[in-house]
């Protein structure tokens, strides 16, 4: 079974400070994608990243950082010097990698980020 | 190239009525996925579709359907509509490749209201 908490559901910061989301999952699977979402009010979802679980090395997309430790099942996602653009719901998900079940995705129940000006 | 596209954006149904979604993915995806997003029980996976075929199906009732033409574009059916049916329909699309978990784009959704 595959599960993904995502255990902080409302964070807010100033504008500038950074933030740090937080995803922990469960899977049965040995090879397995990880992916993170960004959900503003507008409600369509915006691919951010996707990992898979072979490749643990940390990634970073210029205000973004995605942190991969399988050691603790986790797949946690900074953001530096926010801004106010930022405010948005951030879904992390997990699916198969490959097989029928590969567009499958499970998401976490996300988080509210709110970057006060 | 123009995004996923979803028709109508806003529905408004009654109990017991049926409602049809349409979904018209990126040109040249194939694969065409479902959700529901409601707030108790947040993002959750219909089913997927490709090459016309249903490939992956979440754990839903028999009242949710869909189906795929030829053209890639996906609609999706619910029967006996019931309160609980009201949410954000979300669908995706993506190439597939034999490496599977593709980046999926999203389209905007249907907002369903059931009265």
């Known amino acids: 079974a595959q599960k993904v908490t995502q255990a902080q559901t409302e964070i807010s910061v100033v504008e500038k400070e950074d933030v740090t989301l937080d995803c922990v999952y469960e899977?049965?699977?040995?090879?397995?994608?990880l992916f993170w979402y960004k959900q503003p009010p507008s409600g369509e979802l915006v691919f951010l990243i996707r990992?898979?679980?072979?490749?643990?090395q940390n990634e970073i997309s210029g205000r973004y950082s995605w942190n991969f430790q399988k050691s603790t099942s986790s797949f946690n996602f900074t953001i530096t010097a926010s801004q106010v653009v930022d405010s948005a719901v951030y879904f992390c998900?997990?699916?198969?990698?490959?097989?029928?079940?590969?567009?499958?995705?499970?998401f976490g129940t996300g988080t509210r980020l709110t970057v006060i000006p | 190239k123009a995004g996923v596209t979803q028709t109508p954006r806003y529905l408004i149904k009654t109990r017991g009525q049926q409602v049809t979604l349409s979904c018209s993915p990126i040109s040249g995806h194939r694969s065409v996925s479902w959700y529901q997003q409601t707030p108790g029980q947040g993002l959750q996976f219909l089913f997927e579709y490709f090459s016309e075929t249903q490939r992956n199906k979440g754990n839903f009732p028999g009242r949710f359907s869909g189906r795929q033409f030829s053209n890639s574009r996906s609609e999706m059916n619910v029967s006996t509509l019931e309160l609980g049916d009201s949410a954000l329909y979300l669908c995706?699309?993506?190439?597939?490749?034999?490496?599977?978990?593709?980046?999926?784009?999203f389209g905007p959704g249907t907002r369903l209201t059931v009265l």
């Open positions: 995706a699309s993506s190439e597939l490749t034999s490496g599977g978990a593709n980046e999926q784009f």
């Open positions: 998900a997990l699916s198969p990698l490959g097989g029928t079940g590969a567009n499958n995705l499970f």
């Open positions: 990992r898979n679980s072979f490749d643990e």
């Open positions: 899977t049965r699977d040995t090879t397995y994608y």
